[in-house]
């Protein structure tokens, strides 16, 4: 097979960074070169070196002076939810009856599960994101519908079927053995088939009743290697109302402690409004707090608290998401720049090395996927961002005084979008560049 020599400034992170100074925490190469064959990354280095070690035949494709990084990498997106995103509600529980559950009970549909498969996969290449980790319907053919398109493109998904059987409408019910039988059979039919992984998902504690948890637990309990995402504790009034259905439970994080749901493959989007002893129960269990910034200031959830929860004796790991479509932007550059601003407010500062490791880097680790995705390591998967800092006149006119690596990527971090995106490389081939709309 005929290799590829991606040329450009490479940029590949070794671990957080600690400080704008953490020279150390990555890899960067001025000139720099990516060899790529048979979908994975051989070779990393200086373009001299790299081209050295490639065959005569090799085709050379020269990025300079943009920037090839991993792809991006989202932990928290809806599937059903992309002609939900940019809908008016007041808060949490007012959004989900009046727009998400409606246009959810559509993807009983497979052709419209289909069609939307397509569009969001064009989205997330667009943006540059090669991984995400998604909420699919109730509906067994939605996760069909993703897990087919997620294959024929090559990339690498983390999906599951919604579990739910109470507090939403008919259409969207499925029952305890419903709920295991199907999510059995998608793990059957799709777990490890190309890139892609299946994830046990109980939509969250409101939505389920506690037969339904016993039978999410036993899923965990047959597949023990499997991803598990849910939801915990992204608004006040959800958290009383789940606290309510439960009221044996010490708190909403005992819930999911109680049917074993807890542990280093779980995910659990937003996990704003902790108590102590919540966070000491995901840290002692590994699990991953998924911070959803845009969706979580689109309606008026709260704000993250970041560095409280990463910084204390015992700290919670944290992954970065869009949350689409309560969320509002496809772009991780977009996502980590509305994390920048909730930092700012609660006091604290992040630096745009944590940004773009949290995208790469560190969303891979909270996976445990980091030695397939997230670096330019050889070995991994080549799937590669190209981006440029000059993309739009605004870009462009701050570029002139930008003079360091890491006022570009603030800059990229800032400003950036789609646009930003000049290529987006799945499994070494180009994606966004062959987008037919």
Same mark, same amino acid.
């Given at each position: 097979?005929?290799?590829?020599?991606?040329?450009?400034?490479?940029?590949?992170?070794?671990?957080?960074?600690?400080?704008?100074?953490?020279?150390?925490?990555?890899?960067?190469?001025?000139?720099?070169?990516?060899?790529?064959?048979?979908?994975?990354?051989?070779?990393?280095?200086?373009?001299?070196?790299?081209?050295?070690?490639?065959?005569?035949?090799?085709?050379?494709?020269?990025?300079?002076?943009?920037?090839?990084?991993?792809?991006?990498?989202?932990?928290?997106?809806?599937?059903?939810?992309?002609?939900?995103?940019?809908?008016?509600?007041?808060?949490?529980?007012?959004?989900?009856?009046?727009?998400?559950?409606?246009?959810?009970?559509?993807?009983?549909?497979?052709?419209?599960?289909?069609?939307?498969?397509?569009?969001?996969?064009?989205?997330?290449?667009?943006?540059?994101?090669?991984?995400?980790?998604?909420?699919?319907?109730?509906?067994?053919?939605?996760?069909?519908?993703?897990?087919?398109?997620?294959?024929?493109?090559?990339?690498?998904?983390?999906?599951?079927?919604?579990?739910?059987?109470?507090?939403?409408?008919?259409?969207?019910?499925?029952?305890?053995?419903?709920?295991?039988?199907?999510?059995?059979?998608?793990?059957?039919?799709?777990?490890?088939?190309?890139?892609?992984?299946?994830?046990?998902?109980?939509?969250?504690?409101?939505?389920?009743?506690?037969?339904?948890?016993?039978?999410?637990?036993?899923?965990?309990?047959?597949?023990?290697?499997?991803?598990?995402?849910?939801?915990?504790?992204?608004?006040?009034?959800?958290?009383?109302?789940?606290?309510?259905?439960?009221?044996?439970?010490?708190?909403?994080?005992?819930?999911?402690?109680?049917?074993?749901?807890?542990?280093?493959?779980?995910?659990? *989007?937003? !996990?704003?409004? =902790?108590?102590?002893?919540?966070?000491?129960?995901?840290? %002692?269990? $590994? #699990?991953? @707090?998924?911070?959803?910034?845009?969706?979580?200031?689109?309606?008026?959830?709260?704000?993250?608290?970041?560095?409280?929860?990463?910084?204390?004796?015992?700290?919670?790991?944290?992954?970065?998401?869009?949350?689409?479509?309560?969320?509002?932007?496809?772009?991780?550059?977009?996502?980590?720049?509305?994390?920048?601003?909730?930092?700012?407010?609660?006091?604290?500062?992040?630096?745009?090395?944590?940004?773009?490791?949290?995208?790469?880097? *560190?969303? !891979?680790?909270? =996976?445990?996927?980091?030695?397939?995705?997230?670096?330019? %390591?050889? $070995? #991994?998967? @080549?799937?590669?961002?190209?981006?440029?800092?000059?993309?739009?006149?605004?870009?462009?006119?701050?570029?002139?005084?930008?003079?360091?690596?890491?006022?570009?990527?603030?800059?990229?971090?800032?400003?950036?979008?789609?646009?930003?995106?000049?290529?987006?490389?799945?499994?070494?081939?180009?994606?966004?560049?062959?987008?037919?709309?």
């Amino acid at each position: 097979m005929t290799s590829i020599l991606l040329r450009g400034r490479t940029l590949s992170f070794h671990r957080r960074p600690e400080s704008l100074d953490d020279h150390a925490s990555y890899a960067y190469e001025e000139d720099g070169a990516l060899l790529v064959e048979d979908g994975k990354i051989l070779a990393r280095g200086a373009y001299d070196t790299v081209r050295a070690q490639a065959q005569a035949d090799a085709v050379e494709i020269d990025h300079r002076p943009h920037l090839l990084l991993p792809g991006f990498i989202d932990t928290h997106l809806h599937f059903p939810q992309m002609q939900v995103i940019g809908s008016y509600a007041a808060n949490l529980l007012e959004w989900l009856n009046a727009y998400t559950f409606p246009e959810e009970c559509r993807f009983v549909e497979s052709d419209h599960a289909a069609r939307i498969a397509g569009r969001l996969f064009d989205e997330l290449v667009r943006h540059g994101t090669t991984t995400a980790v998604a909420y699919c319907s109730v509906h067994k053919a939605s996760a069909d519908a993703f897990f087919a398109e997620s294959l024929r493109r090559g990339l690498c998904m983390v999906a599951g079927k919604v579990m739910m059987d109470r507090n939403a409408p008919q259409g969207l019910l499925d029952t305890p053995q419903m709920g295991y039988d199907e999510t059995r059979a998608i793990i059957e039919q799709w777990h490890g088939k190309g890139r892609n992984h299946v994830a046990i998902t109980p939509r969250f504690a409101i939505t389920s009743t506690p037969e339904q948890m016993e039978a999410a637990q036993a899923l965990a309990r047959d597949f023990p290697d499997l991803h598990i995402q849910t939801h915990l504790s992204e608004n006040i009034e959800e958290i009383d109302y789940t606290c309510s259905l439960y009221p044996d439970a010490i708190d909403y994080t005992d819930i999911y402690a109680h049917y074993g749901l807890l542990g280093e493959k779980t995910l659990l *989007g937003h !996990a704003i409004h =902790l108590s102590e002893r919540e966070m000491d129960a995901l840290s %002692e269990a $590994g #699990s991953i @707090a998924v911070h959803c910034p845009t969706s979580n200031l689109f309606l008026g959830s709260g704000l993250f608290p970041w560095r409280k929860l990463t910084r204390r004796d015992k700290p919670v790991r944290v992954s970065v998401a869009t949350d689409i479509g309560g969320g509002t932007s496809y772009s991780m550059l977009r996502t980590l720049d509305e994390a920048y601003k909730i930092q700012q407010l609660l006091g604290e500062r992040l630096n745009p090395l944590e940004s773009f490791h949290m995208m790469t880097r *560190g969303n !891979a680790e909270a =996976l445990g996927l980091v030695d397939r995705i997230g670096t330019l %390591e050889p $070995g #991994s998967d @080549a799937d590669i961002v190209v981006l440029d800092a000059s993309a739009t006149p605004a870009m462009a006119l701050k570029m002139e005084v930008v003079n360091r690596l890491t006022e570009e990527l603030f800059l990229l971090q800032t400003m950036g979008d789609d646009r930003a995106v000049i290529e987006t490389y799945v499994a070494g081939k180009p994606a966004k560049s062959t987008l037919t709309a």
